[in-house]
């Protein structure tokens, strides 16, 4: 028995250049009512981000974590940028917050649990092992090692999330993106685990995502060529001029093979519809892409930042740092960088994106973003310096907080922002706490428990009264990641990532 010939309701007429003009309502498209209701739903969106570095410089934490729980909660040194007030350092828009606490839960009080060889408990890591094992744990819920490596054993959230909420129209299934280019220590390298954020499953087994760092690159490769063409035959200028081509005429053939499936009346409607493209596509034209508002393209961002060399080398076998290097232009990057994951959900090019700010043991310097010299890793052990890592750790919630600005401020399909269909989480590296190999009691950075996250947006019935702070002591800051993932309709029922099982309640209340 031949299947009857049938056409969704949000059908696309694809073309030439991957080329694509929506249809009207026609009544070969009808089918029940659950279906009309599930195509007008917006899509959720999913993005993660990760920061090398710890709450622990000496004393440092209480320049981070709030005094008060739940809504309303104090904004303390380093969360600063999700407020609207002034900030010491890590100028926003006019010096000013970003405005976004009403967004964005804290949740502290986190542990990725260790254990010696053999006995590495279910999402943690090794004893005496600290950094490059507590990413993984995190993003793939999967226990780290063996052995020195940040590569997980599992695939990461935003892949599972891109694989169940993703769809044939999507040109880009996923995003992977770093902000700091190198690792700014001696062979100053941009490879390797310990640059990556992002690794998914294949036939060969598990695959690694190499993340862009190229704003220029990240720009081509969304907005610089039309979508279904290789990026390498089209030039950058080319989908502007293309954008201004009736979508009519890059869809004629497809046209010509569906009227004749057609019935009289909804020959009718088609003719009448593609008129009215025509004269729409006639008045875009006429209007100039400014990169504001819903779907529009971009400007160009032009010429990357200049990349810095390394901020320590090895001399007479002893790393001494250079006092020059260690900085690409890392706070541009990261502007522009969530810039297009924002514009890339706008035009549902992609629906889930994952990006690395910085890496661990994070040897990035900042005097030009914060006012202080130095790198990440060296304020983190000097206790001299608690206000000047609570600022790179501001930094990071800078850009944090832009995102989350942006995306509430792009207006989604049916008239929702970005924002109300969209979960953020952001995960660090580690927290503070005694030594783990029992050589001191004291506050240290290399420590994973009393770790923090932030989750922000509303998708999924997120944050539904507003941001708040909630305690979740001993809980592995992998739950966070799986609410992200509840909230975009992925492990609804097992509330699973990896080895670890349950989210944070609170977040949903």
Not at 468 to 485: E, F, L, N, R, W
Request: proline share 7%; aromatic share 6%; hydrophobic share 40%.
């Amino acid at each position: 028995m031949t299947r009857p010939f049938r056409l969704q309701r949000r059908a696309l007429l694809r073309g030439i250049a991957g080329a694509a003009m929506a249809l009207p309502a026609l009544e070969i498209m009808r089918s029940s009512s659950s279906a009309r209701a599930a195509d007008a739903s917006p899509p959720k969106r999913f993005v993660m981000i990760y920061g090398g570095m710890s709450l622990g410089a000496p004393y440092a934490p209480h320049l981070v974590i709030p005094d008060e729980v739940g809504l309303g909660y104090d904004l303390k040194r380093g969360l600063l940028p999700l407020g609207a007030g002034a900030l010491p350092q890590n100028p926003g828009p006019g010096g000013m917050g970003l405005n976004v606490q009403d967004h964005v839960s804290i949740v502290s009080g986190l542990r990725v649990p260790w254990g010696s060889t053999g006995n590495i408990p279910a999402g943690g890591r090794l004893q005496g092992q600290f950094h490059f094992n507590t990413m993984g744990p995190q993003t793939s819920g999967m226990r780290a090692g063996p052995g020195f490596t940040e590569a997980p054993n599992g695939p990461t959230a935003d892949q599972i999330v891109a694989a169940a909420i993703s769809d044939d129209d999507q040109f880009v299934r996923s995003l992977s993106y770093r902000v700091q280019v190198r690792s700014y220590y001696a062979s100053n390298g941009t490879g390797g685990d310990d640059s990556r954020i992002s690794w998914r499953e294949s036939g060969s087994g598990l695959e690694r995502v190499d993340p862009i760092y190229s704003p220029q690159l990240a720009y081509s490769s969304l907005f610089g060529a039309w979508p279904g063409l290789d990026p390498d035959t089209i030039a950058a200028g080319e989908f502007s001029r293309r954008r201004r081509v009736s979508v009519v005429d890059l869809v004629q053939d497809r046209l010509k093979a569906l009227i004749p499936k057609l019935g009289a009346a909804d020959r009718q409607r088609l003719e009448r519809h593609v008129e009215e493209v025509h004269g729409l596509a006639e008045r875009l034209a006429a209007i100039p892409p400014d990169g504001q508002g819903d779907c529009s393209l971009p400007a160009d961002p032009g010429e990357d930042p200049p990349i810095g060399g390394a901020a320590l080398i090895n001399e007479d076998g002893e790393y001494v740092q250079t006092g020059t290097g260690g900085y690409s232009g890392e706070d541009l990057r990261a502007e522009i960088l969530f810039d297009l994951i924002t514009m890339a959900f706008a035009c549902d090019q992609t629906r889930a994106a994952a990006v690395r700010m910085t890496f661990s043991q994070s040897l990035l310097v900042l005097e030009s973003i914060i006012g202080s010299p130095g790198m990440i890793h060296s304020h983190a052990h000097s206790s001299g310096q608690q206000i000047p890592y609570a600022d790179c750790f501001g930094w990071h919630v800078k850009h944090f907080a832009r995102l989350v600005a942006k995306l509430r401020d792009t207006q989604d399909i049916e008239g929702a922002s970005l924002l109300d269909n969209t979960a953020v989480v952001m995960l660090f590296e580690g927290g503070y706490g005694p030594d783990v190999d029992g050589s001191n009691t004291e506050n240290v950075t290399h420590c994973s428990d009393n770790m923090v996250a932030l989750v922000g947006g509303h998708a999924g019935g997120l944050n539904p009264t507003g941001g708040k702070h909630i305690v979740a002591t001993g809980q592995h800051p992998a739950k966070a990641v799986i609410s992200a993932m509840v909230a975009c309709g992925v492990a609804q029922e097992t509330k699973t990532l990896g080895e670890v099982t349950g989210d944070i309640p609170e977040l949903f209340s």
